[in-house]
T-cell receptor
Framework: DGGITQSPKYLFRKEGQNVTLSCEQN?????MYWYRQDPGQGLRLIYY???????QKGDIAEGYSVSREKKESFPLTVTSAQKNPTAFYLC???????????FGSGTRLTVV | DQQVKQNSPSLSVQEGRISILNCDYT??????FLWYKKYPAEGPTFLIS?????DKNEDGRFTVFLNKSAKHLSLHIVPSQPGDSAVYFC??????????FGQGTELSVKP
């Protein structure tokens, strides 16, 4: 079954720690995206990558970092510089130039 | 600057009746619009889309209408079913760009 997998589903982090969220897809999609969902604010774009070894900042990239070493993988690191990291994080992928994104099931990050 | 706006955070409808979800946008250069449906603790799933060169697209119980002069689109669900209860996101895209989402509207369909 082709799809996009995010892990873990729930993640707890202490203040001051970095944490990495995993996103893997076996759809052979070129483009991958990270969104953040907060109540009443919809989905906001953090980072995106349209090709391996290249990525661009989205609207709210501060305090986050990404890498795209393989086509299938686009991990997101939430650094200690991110002031309000508690949120629901969604990874998505798409065929280049195609508008229909496929989303993963998300990771709920909570800072304790 | 919110380029895509869903001004109603919630909507409650009786089963069998019509649900109308609204979305406004500010950028007249958007060339494609999509609606996604999202259940709690899950990722959004694609529902229906419309190109800016059309004013209506229909798929079963779901119809999307686009009014370019008003920069407004709406999603009609008829008849509404309890399983339609979810958060609905409107999204817009520029050619070669990324999806820009609205804030979402939580639809509750009551039996």
């Amino acid at each position: 079954d082709g799809g996009i997998t995010q892990s873990p589903k729930y993640l707890f982090r202490k203040e001051g720690q970095n944490v990495t969220l995993s996103c893997e897809q076996n759809l052979n999609h070129d483009a991958m995206y990270w969104y953040r969902q907060d109540p009443g604010q919809g989905l906001r774009l953090i980072y995106y990558s349209q090709i391996v070894n290249d990525f661009q900042k989205g609207d709210i990239a501060e305090g986050y970092s990404v890498s795209r070493e393989k086509k299938e993988s686009f991990p997101l690191t939430v650094t200690s510089a991110q002031k309000n990291p508690t949120a629901f994080y969604l990874c998505a992928s798409s065929i280049a130039g195609y508008y229909g994104y496929t989303f993963g099931s998300g990771t709920r990050l909570t800072v304790v | 600057d919110q380029q895509v706006k869903q001004n109603s955070p919630s909507l409650s409808v009786q089963e069998g009746r019509i649900s109308i979800l609204n979305c406004d946008y500010t950028n007249s250069m958007f060339d494609y619009f999509l609606w996604y449906k999202k259940y709690p603790a899950e990722g959004p799933t694609f529902l229906i889309s419309i190109s800016s060169i059309k004013d209506k697209n229909e798929d079963g119980r779901f119809t999307v209408f686009l009014n370019k002069s008003a920069k407004h689109l709406s999603l009609h669900i008829v008849p509404s079913q309890p399983g339609d209860s979810a958060v609905y996101f409107c999204a817009a895209i520029l050619q070669g760009g990324k999806l820009i989402f609205g804030q979402g509207t939580e639809l509750s369909v009551k039996p």
